[in-house]
């Protein structure tokens, strides 16, 4: 199922007191980021089927800061209304969602698309030199 873009979650940001926080700097961070997506979603109450989906959802994005940009990035965890809300920030270029998946016999190229089908909604804006990729699951 495609993911829907609604232009009400790009503004909103949220306060730290509310939101885990994990910075990932190389790639052997991507395990222990997993392992904190996970940890953080279950004890906010996804379900684990769906803790499988965002911990997927997160690495792919993860993947390519650590592919495409110098800096790492973060990730910011939180739930509200009903929704596991989860930022994947760095300083990287804009993506583009909305594309479809490549070819089977395509080497590259997968992540987003994969992000964009799994999770229930998948929004992106930037803001002071950061990219921010927010997807939402339904809790």
């Not at 790009?10 to 222990?32: G, H, K, L, N």
């Not at 987003?112 to 804006?125: G, K, M, S, T, Y």
């Amino acid at each position: 199922m495609p993911a829907e873009r609604r232009d009400t979650v790009i503004e909103q940001s949220v306060p730290a007191q509310f939101a885990d926080t994990m910075t990932y700097q190389v790639a052997t961070d991507v395990r222990a980021l997993r392992a904190f997506v996970s940890a953080a979603a279950l004890a906010r109450g996804l379900p684990p089927h769906r803790v499988e989906v965002l911990t997927l959802a997160v690495s792919e994005l993860a993947s390519n800061t650590l592919q495409h940009t110098t800096g790492g990035g973060r990730v910011l965890l939180w739930a509200e209304a009903g929704h596991l809300i989860c930022d994947v920030v760095d300083q990287g270029p804009t993506r583009t969602f909305g594309r479809s998946m490549p070819a089977t016999d395509a080497v590259r190229g997968r992540g987003l698309a994969i992000v964009e089908q799994i999770c229930d909604e998948v929004a992106v804006f930037t803001r002071a030199g950061e990219t921010v990729v927010r997807i939402r699951l339904t809790l």
